[in-house]
């Protein structure tokens, strides 16, 4: 085996080396951009979702609020029914 034997084997092993390697490289920042998208589409839905929760939460506080209202308006009328009773049963 001659060195012009040895120097076309070395050559063709750096060249398909080397072409691995750009191809994978390639590959990798396929998997980078695809992971890339997956992430803002998980950030996009999770945006969504708070928004949602947000404004079912406030809904919930509106809703409190109201029952809040209502009950201590129940609370007055009941208040006013019961010294009403009182006073008419003392004579």
Not at 28 to 41: S, V
């Amino acid at each position: 085996m001659g060195w012009d034997q040895v120097a076309t084997i070395l050559i063709t092993v750096v060249l398909a080396v080397l072409t691995g390697t750009i191809y994978n490289n390639r590959r990798i920042d396929d998997i980078h951009r695809r992971l890339d998208d997956l992430r803002a589409d998980m950030n996009a839905r999770f945006a969504q979702a708070e928004t949602h929760m947000n404004t079912r939460f406030a809904q919930v506080e509106t809703q409190l609020r109201e029952l809040r209202q209502e009950m201590k308006e129940e609370m007055r009328e009941t208040r006013s029914l019961l010294q009403e009773v009182l006073k008419a049963r003392t004579p």
